[in-house]
């Protein structure tokens, strides 16, 4: 091959990994290990609590480590049978992303009535639901919900946080941080509280323990890297 196409090669490839940046060993993308899970990946675009996209997020994606992504699918695969099935709302997070929550917070600013109703911004921290480091960064924690696949009637617009299409009663939605989003809160109706027992059950049937702050949140129990925090940022497959 003569130098010049030689040079031209060899650019054009770096130019296709540059579009294409390969994750770091460990990690998938979860819709190349199940394309059949809903992703609602809320950081990527505007609806949430910052009203913005979050630093570090490019696309929206779910990323997580191999381990993580296969038994979040394996859960999907196992609430399939009672017509059921998972959507999920953030996964892998940059420390980056982490940092700018925080600092968002500091900013300080009154409750807001879809994501902190009884509590101010610059309070959100001290009450535990805002983190200055989070289990997202380690690549095996997941938020998630259940979704019905058979048309049954769902809650999709909870009045707090941030519901998806087919998502069941869960009395609140993701990102509602208020007392009443604890796994074990007494404010939430019998039929939330059914949902939400058997998110919990589901999850650790395939090795998740969940936080107790948030009917939401799962971390591995086994996780690949329980003292390692990443910060690449989140990209397309």
């Known amino acids: 091959m003569r130098r010049s196409a030689l040079a031209a090669a060899l650019l054009f490839a770096c130019a296709a990994g540059a579009q294409e940046p390969a994750l770091p060993a460990g990690f998938v993308h979860l819709a190349d290990i199940d394309p059949g899970i809903a992703q609602d990946i ?31 699918a394996q859960v999907h695969e196992r609430l399939a049978a009672q017509g059921l099935g998972l959507v999920v709302f953030d996964c892998y997070r940059p420390k980056a992303a982490v940092a700018d929550f925080a600092g968002w917070a500091r900013q300080g600013g009154p409750p807001d009535p879809q994501w902190h109703p009884a509590t101010r911004r610059d309070d959100l921290i001290r009450r535990g639901y805002i983190a200055s480091r989070s289990a997202h ?39 509602c941080f208020d007392p009443a989003s604890r796994t074990a809160s007494g404010s939430a109706t019998a039929e939330a509280r059914r949902h939400r027992r058997l998110l919990v059950e589901a999850m650790a049937g395939a090795g998740f323990r969940n936080y107790a702050g948030e009917w939401w949140h799962y971390t591995l129990r086994d996780e690949p890297y329980p003292d390692r925090a990443f910060d690449f940022p989140v990209t397309a497959r």
């Open 42 to 72: 809320r950081y990527a675009g505007t609806k949430n609590f910052l009203g913005r996209r979050a630093q570090g997020y490019e696309a929206a994606s779910c990323i997580l480590t191999e381990k993580a992504a296969r038994a979040v």
């Open 137 to 175: 960064s380690r690549g095996s924690t997941v938020d998630l919900a259940i979704v019905a696949l058979d048309g049954r009637a769902a809650a999709a617009s909870p009045a707090c946080g941030a519901g998806a299409p087919g998502m069941l009663d869960f009395g609140t939605g993701f990102d």
